[in-house]
């Protein structure tokens, strides 16, 4: 309760109600003063003292006034500066919405990333041979080379026993294989350099490629002859691409370039070895991802005749080949390649027609590796045993490709 001189002061003096207040408030009101920083500084215990000696005049009311009207005038009343949070913009803009102090400070966000050479909006030929920087996927990775695939093979005939133009390769005893059997195919690659000759250039790379291709012919139904394999053939090699970008008539884009070197054996000893060495020249083009043409010329690499196991092989196998590649749609593909030894009625080689079906989807939701393979090929060197022999096969089996 106020006492009575404060009661009848503040109704005579209404306009001074501030100063009173302070002076009679109790700590609170002192508090809030010493809070306001005063025009002219004075010591905390300065303040307290001149408010306090106002308080205690009780005998003179005019004077108590008085007092508390000197000690008012004193302290000055300011503004509080504002803090920076509450500065706006310098720009004008709007200011920030108020952090979430729940989340973290540092939020990760992960997005997903395609492979370069898994990227569609690259074409097949591009992220083949990962011609561009943004088709490349770095070296020593393991990719696919030519089809993994595990078929079921129907011969129109087999050789029971293979010959040979040096009399040392002639089988001396027939075997009675089938003319239907298993055919399993490996093959795979890794870029060991690139960027050789290309270096500088903002988009273009060159590579250098290891692949290596096993092919096997396996007598799966033939339990009477424990079920062996017929032959198999081993192809390590080495090829060097170097990227083009020209443009040829008719929309037709020429992509690459390149030479390589190529060795081929069954890994048989005597009568039954055979094997050769190549160096080759290949090159690649396309036109609207939909139709691409490879081909690859070659040199055989000469043997003394003693230590040729097939002599003759370049007449039979062919000395290049050429492959026509139709992407029908996403999801079929129909291939053409033919091999010849030469030009004219007497040349020999092969042909072999090729569809390959995608079935079902990746983990991702996207187009599956995975194809039904059938494939129709008639001439000589469907394997290396059978170089000097025709005969046609047809396939149907599943393969992993580009992977």
Not at 53 to 60: G, K, N, Q, V
Request: charged letters at 20%; hydrophobic letters at 35%.
């Amino acid at each position: 309760m106020l006492p009575p001189q404060l009661t009848s002061l503040l109704h005579r003096a209404p306009g001074r109600l501030g100063a009173v207040a302070l002076a009679l408030g109790a700590p609170a009101g002192a508090a809030l003063a010493q809070a306001a920083p005063p025009a002219a500084p004075v010591a905390p215990a300065a303040a307290g003292d001149a408010w306090r000696r106002c308080a205690a005049i009780t005998s003179d009311s005019n004077a108590r006034l008085a007092c508390f009207d000197q000690w008012a005038g004193a302290q000055s009343w300011q503004a509080p500066a504002a803090t920076a949070s509450a500065q706006p913009p310098a720009d004008g803009s709007a200011p920030p919405p108020p952090v979430d102090a729940t989340l973290p400070a540092t939020r990760i966000i992960e997005v997903a990333q395609v492979d370069g050479c898994r990227d569609e909006q690259y074409s097949t030929l591009s992220r083949f041979w990962e011609l561009e920087s943004g088709s490349d996927c770095g070296t020593f990775r393991f990719r696919g080379y030519r089809p993994i695939s595990v078929s079921v093979v129907k011969g129109s005939s087999v050789n029971h026993q293979p010959t040979s133009g040096n009399p040392e390769n002639n089988a001396t005893t027939p075997v009675d294989y089938r003319t239907t059997e298993m055919r399993v195919q490996l093959s795979v690659r890794t870029k060991i350099a690139e960027g050789l000759l290309t270096q500088g250039h903002p988009t273009l790379k060159d590579s250098v490629w290891f692949g290596y291709t096993q092919q096997s012919y396996w007598q799966l139904f033939s339990p009477g002859i424990s079920r062996p394999f017929r032959a198999t053939d081993h192809e390590p090699e080495v090829v060097y691409v170097y990227p083009t970008d020209a443009k040829l008539p008719f929309g037709w884009r020429w992509r690459y370039s390149g030479i390589g070197l190529v060795h081929q054996s069954n890994g048989q000893s005597l009568p039954l070895s055979r094997s050769w060495n190549r160096v080759y020249l290949m090159t690649g083009m396309e036109l609207d991802n939909r139709w691409m043409v490879t081909g690859r010329v070659w040199k055989r690499l000469s043997e003394s005749a003693d230590s040729d196991d097939n002599p003759g092989i370049s007449n039979t196998m062919g000395r290049g080949e050429m492959t026509l590649v139709w992407n029908m749609d996403r999801d079929n593909t129909l291939a053409l390649t033919a091999r010849a030894s030469g030009l004219g009625s007497s040349a020999r080689g092969s042909g072999r027609l090729e569809w390959m079906q995608t079935l079902g989807k990746s983990f991702g939701g996207g187009k599956s590796n995975l194809r039904l393979h059938t494939a129709l090929f008639s001439g000589y060197g469907d394997s290396m045993i059978d170089y000097n022999r025709k005969r046609t096969v047809l396939s149907v089996g599943v393969s992993l490709v580009d992977f």
